[in-house]
């Protein structure tokens, strides 16, 4: 019986696992790396103790060399929070009228301002949604999703936030 040779089968599938690997790597594809913000001491205009506040403190403290001040006098620039609210909408129902799916909402409308007065970002809105099937035999459940998917919208209003703040240059 004939058998191919192994050496150069495995030789040629080496070869072809390196150009893969050469390409892949070539793809320009990077983790991201700490926030660069113009701004070196950033006030932030939510409470420290609310769930969004702790995150966002969080975040610029572990993601940026940005130090978050509590006294508006030591700041290099001030992010103003206009409003945060949370929305809950029917998005269907049954033939019956009883709600088979529902519409979660975050709204965060915020400005950034720096020591001056200048306004760096003008009054900007993120708005997230997400949907929410809803079942009446698994209210304990459904609740517990809808908890959790306003917490999801919650960080990602954090992240795009950062995204934001970074996009300043100068101030």
Do not use: W
């Amino acid at each position: 019986m004939d058998r191919p040779d192994m050496g150069r089968r495995g030789f040629l599938a080496i070869g072809a696992a390196m150009a893969a690997a050469g390409l892949l790597a070539g793809c320009g594809f990077h983790m991201r790396g700490n926030a660069d913000f113009a701004f070196k001491r950033l006030y932030i205009g939510l409470p420290a103790g609310s769930l969004m506040g702790a995150d966002l403190r969080r975040n610029i403290r572990n993601g940026s060399d940005t130090k978050v001040v509590e006294d508006k006098a030591d700041a290099d620039a001030f992010l103003d929070v206009l409003a945060d609210t949370r929305g809950k909408s029917i998005l269907s129902i049954t033939a019956q009228g009883v709600v088979r799916e529902f519409r979660l909402s975050q709204r965060f409308v915020f400005q950034l301002r720096d020591a001056a007065g200048k306004e760096l970002i003008p009054p900007s809105t993120l708005l997230l949604t997400r949907d929410l099937t809803y079942n009446e035999a698994s209210t304990l459940a459904k609740a517990y999703e809808e908890e959790q998917l306003y917490r999801d919208m919650q960080k990602d209003v954090v992240q795009q936030l950062m995204r934001r703040l970074a996009a300043v240059k100068t101030i």
